[in-house]
């Protein structure tokens, strides 16, 4: 079945009574997008100030999501969805407005009840990642144990490996402090958290830091001194891979972006993408 859109034929899917579009894999299905729906933001009443909104919030999804799996710029997506300017616009409002942080931990909350979990977690991992940032201005550094120059993106996941903090800053912050930017964003929001996990490089003083501030006990998992080449170390690749999982979006291949509150955003969005996927397989 087909349906003639803004610029053209839209290739259509009826599927169990819902039109399903046909574009691209990244666009969000019907079972998809009405979970992601009640989260957006409601339209303004037609009689109220201000112009009625006339785009489809699920187009711009879809040419977000689009953006970050395929890694293109702006300018690039594809004329099957709304202007990129208009796209830009609502990334950037929603990022401004905490949209974006909203829709992610309801997300999250929702999946961990699914699975069985309290809403709130009560242990976590934490972990960075190097990566290199473009020729793009704004804050960078070097990172000599790496060998990265450009920026570090430090996260602490549940013991499922959702997202709870995300902190992006110069790579030449080492893991300890960039440990204590994360931390102080759980302060108050997560009140059954207990214990952390972390590797080694995370040993020291910042153990008694950790309990001070929260109240929370850094345990560190060490690798075994007789190891020899990969070793599965316990609850460390719980971690390692929400990092794979986020590779999957090539906008994340590099840290493209000039602000490092955007590159926040850019992960949170990438775990919506991955969550809104996983909460439809489930229903």
């Known amino acids: 079945m087909y349906l003639q859109g803004r610029l053209g034929w839209e290739q259509l899917t009826y599927l169990g009574g819902h039109m399903e579009k046909d574009l691209y894999p990244s666009d969000l299905t019907n079972s998809q997008w009405k979970i992601i729906e009640p989260l957006l933001p409601k ?49 950037r409002l929603w990022r401004i407005n905490g949209v974006w942080k909203q829709i992610h931990d309801a997300l999250r909350e929702t999946l961990r009840v699914k699975e069985g979990r309290e809403p709130t977690p009560s242990a976590a991992i934490i972990d960075s990642q190097s990566v290199k940032t473009t020729q793009k201005c704004g804050p960078r550094g070097y990172d000599a144990g790496k060998k990265v120059n450009g920026r570090k993106r430090h996260i602490i996941v ?25 931390c102080m964003q759980l302060l108050g ?10 590797d080694g490089g995370y040993a020291g003083k910042l ?32 971690v390692e891979r929400t990092f794979a999982w986020l590779s999957f979006f090539r906008r994340l291949s590099k840290d493209y972006e000039e602000n490092t509150e955007t590159s926040e955003t850019v992960v949170r969005i990438s775990m919506i993408h991955l969550m809104v996927r996983r909460l439809a397989t489930m229903t």
């Not at 300018?75 to 796209?87: A, F, G, Q």
């Not at 929001?189 to 972390?198: G, M, T």
Request: glycine share 8%; charged share 25%.
């Open 189 to 198: 929001k997560f009140p059954r958290l207990k214990l952390i996990w972390a």
């Open 43 to 91: 339209p303004k009443c037609p009689w109220g100030p201000g112009r009625p909104r006339e785009v489809c919030f699920r187009d711009i999804l879809d040419g977000i999501f689009y953006f970050l799996r395929a890694g293109c710029q702006w300018r690039m997506l594809p004329h099957e969805y709304p202007n990129w300017k208009l796209v830009y616009h609502y990334f």
């Open 207 to 238: 153990v008694e830091w950790v309990h001070a501030v929260g109240g929370w006990i850094l345990e560190i998992v060490k690798r075994p001194d007789e190891a020899k080449g990969f070793v599965l170390l316990k609850r460390r690749w719980v």
């Open 158 to 182: 549940d013991t499922l490996g959702l997202l709870l903090v995300v902190v992006v800053h110069v790579a030449s912050i080492q893991d300890r402090d960039g440990a204590k930017l994360a």
